[in-house]
């Protein structure tokens, strides 16, 4: 992600380097100014640095660290045992389902949530009275607190809930499951659920991309005989490429670590019995509840190497034209 | 190559411009009965008794019952929670704009060796899934004697916010005009004044965006706390919906009601800061 972006140097005249342009001031006020200037970045920067470091980067570093040893979490780790946790969790086919649940997940919520954000959101984006309402309305799932969402479908989706009672009343009662305890089911139930809580996101940050289409240039294609839909397609999806490529990112970052929605919805046996695990919960259940602590980190270094990798193949292929300018808002 | 991705998946409708405003409409309503009817049933459904419920799980109170709402706010532990969300989140947003614009005003306004580094090493947060850092967080924590304690919470949000706030915060603070930077100049101000007195208010769009972005996010949190929590007294909301609801595992009206109350905050808050989020967006979304 990194970003050489000289339309973001405002100050950009101002040389860094001593032996610069000729000095039109004094040497001495022109050096107790630059010393003046670095005691304010350092000044301003350092409580963000400090705090990034200490709760960011270090405890990942730690991961790394306690991840090479068995460990119960009493004491210093002493049992050193190398790459062993690594290789136990792979061959463990709770982990593994976590993996293969993990990967619905990904590509689940892009391959639904993409398509309806962008229908929602070129609908949302039309002009008429009471946009701002269903603007709004269509927002609300996605500020609701996961674990809200999460008690909320689990009461809707219980067996002999209001969905087994809707589907009968509909005359589609062969359609009723055991939506949460099914165990080839109840991870395309968690789907369905991450996609109406989240949905809402993509849409949101779809509209903002949307608000910077020009409107001359959609007014012009309007002119030339374009219809509303030929509109959308060919001036203004292609200018919201980056929004879109954004939104990819972030929903591919969220779903390998997905966890809350999941924990409070799913019954822990079915995902102890790997149904409804990700990598995450199954981290927690063993590394914090479970109190394998060499074991947990070790699953954690996997679930970040993924994620990395993910994002740095992301960024390889697909970010890679627009990561700098779409993120800090100039391109070109 | 983005046309050819996105064209199947939307609607086949070949339409003229003047597009049926009842055809908007009714698509409208659709998405936003989608939306909301699972919260209007965990509101509605608060009003009903658990015989009822069992009896008729898609059905309407009959007769309206107050009590399970009269119940959960009659709770002391409730209203403990909901303080404990509060001072967390205000505390997390605080220290995520104060820390963030701060970070994010050098990284616009100044130039110097290592800014994209800086920069760089910043963004970098956002492939960090905070998830996987939780577990070596607890363990520090732990050491530091910080676990049972708001800070536990506040530190490593702050911590996780910085990078999208910074992000966001960046472009916006790189827009002001230089000649407005030289003009505070001659008027006798520095840098600092120049950030103080121009750039605060001018940015005030995207200040209120991270702030409410952090706001929500830390409101809703729930692994964080649930590991790092474990006094009941400290527990926030999000704690007190899973408690309440294992707890009582029978008494679904009294879970409806505790969780539509739960949830209150969060929309009445986005209901006034919707506008702003999206405004914020706009700048971090640039094509």
């Known amino acids: 992600m990194t970003s050489t972006n000289p339309t973001l140097s405002p100050a950009g005249g101002a040389s860094v380097p001593p032996a610069g342009p000729p000095a039109t001031r004094r040497p001495s006020s022109r050096a107790a100014e630059t010393r003046r200037k670095w005691y304010e970045i350092i000044g301003l920067t350092t409580p963000a640095v400090a705090v990034y470091v200490m709760f960011v980067l270090v405890p990942m570093g730690f991961a790394v660290y306690y991840s090479l040893f068995r460990w119960r979490g009493v004491g210093p780790p002493t049992e050193f045992v190398g790459f062993n946790n690594y290789i136990l969790a792979f061959q463990d086919p709770i982990f593994l389902d976590a993996l293969r649940n993990n990967a619905i997940i990904v590509f689940g919520s892009l391959l639904l949530q993409g398509p309806i954000a962008l229908a929602v959101a070129l609908l949302l984006n039309r002009r008429f009275r009471g946009r701002t309402v269903f603007r709004l309305l269509v927002f609300v799932p996605y500020v609701l607190a996961e674990v809200t969402v999460g008690i909320m479908w689990k009461l809707i989706l219980t067996g002999g809930g209001t969905i087994d009672v809707l589907l009968r009343q509909i005359g589609l009662g062969s359609l009723v499951q055991a939506w949460l305890a099914d165990l080839d089911i109840v991870i395309w139930t968690l789907l369905v659920v991450l996609t109406w809580k989240y949905v809402g996101f993509a849409i949101i940050l779809l509209l903002a991309g949307l608000s910077n289409v020009p409107p001359e240039l959609t007014e012009a294609a309007a002119i030339d005989g374009a219809s509303w839909w030929q509109t959308q397609r060919h001036v203004t999806l292609p200018l919201l490429g980056p929004t879109i490529r954004i939104w990819m990112f972030l929903s591919m970052i969220g779903s390998l670590q997905v966890f809350d929605v999941i924990w409070v919805t799913s019954v822990p046996a079915v995902r102890s019995l790997g149904a409804s695990a990700t990598m995450a919960t199954y981290m927690v259940d063993n590394g914090f509840f479970a109190r394998l602590w060499g074991y947990g980190n070790a699953v954690a270094v996997i679930l970040f190497v993924i994620s990395f990798i993910a994002a740095l193949l992301f960024q390889r292929f697909l970010l890679r034209r627009d990561i700098a300018g779409a993120v800090t808002g100039r391109r070109n | ?287």
């Open chain 2, 1 to 287: 190559m983005v046309e050819n991705a996105l064209t199947s998946p939307s609607s086949p409708h070949r339409r003229p411009f003047s597009w049926g405003s009842p055809l908007t409409y009714g698509l409208a309503l659709a998405i936003a009965a989608v939306s909301i009817a699972p919260v209007v049933y965990v509101i509605v459904g608060g009003f009903r008794t658990t015989p009822q419920i069992i009896a008729d799980p898609a059905g309407l109170p009959d007769p309206w019952v107050w009590d399970n709402y009269a119940r959960v706010l009659t709770r002391v532990d409730f209203w403990q929670q909901a303080l404990n969300s509060a001072v967390i989140a205000l505390g997390t947003t605080l220290a995520v704009v104060l820390l963030g614009v701060c970070a994010a005003f050098v990284l616009a306004r100044y130039s110097f060796r290592g800014r994209e580094t800086l920069y760089t090493f910043f963004t970098l947060g956002l492939l960090f899934p905070a998830g996987a850092a939780i577990l070596p967080l607890y363990l520090m924590l732990r050491d530091l004697n910080l676990i049972n304690s708001y800070y536990a919470v506040i530190l490593p949000q702050v911590a996780f916010s910085l990078p999208l706030t910074i992000v966001i915060l960046r472009p916006f603070l790189a827009a002001v005009p230089r000649e407005l930077e030289d003009a505070a100049a001659i008027d006798g101000a520095g840098r600092l004044g120049f950030l103080w007195r121009v750039m605060l208010p001018l940015s005030r769009p995207a200040l209120v965006t991270v702030g409410v972005l952090a706001f929500v996010a830390s409101w809703n949190a729930f692994l964080l706390p649930l590991l790092v929590l474990g006094d009941a007294d400290l527990h926030t909301l999000p704690l007190g919906v899973q408690n309440f609801s294992s707890q009582y595992t029978s008494d679904t009206a009294g879970i409806l009601a505790f969780t539509s109350l739960a949830m209150l905050p969060a929309l009445l808050f986005f209901t006034f800061a919707e506008k702003q989020i999206v405004g914020g967006l706009q700048g971090a979304v640039k094509g």
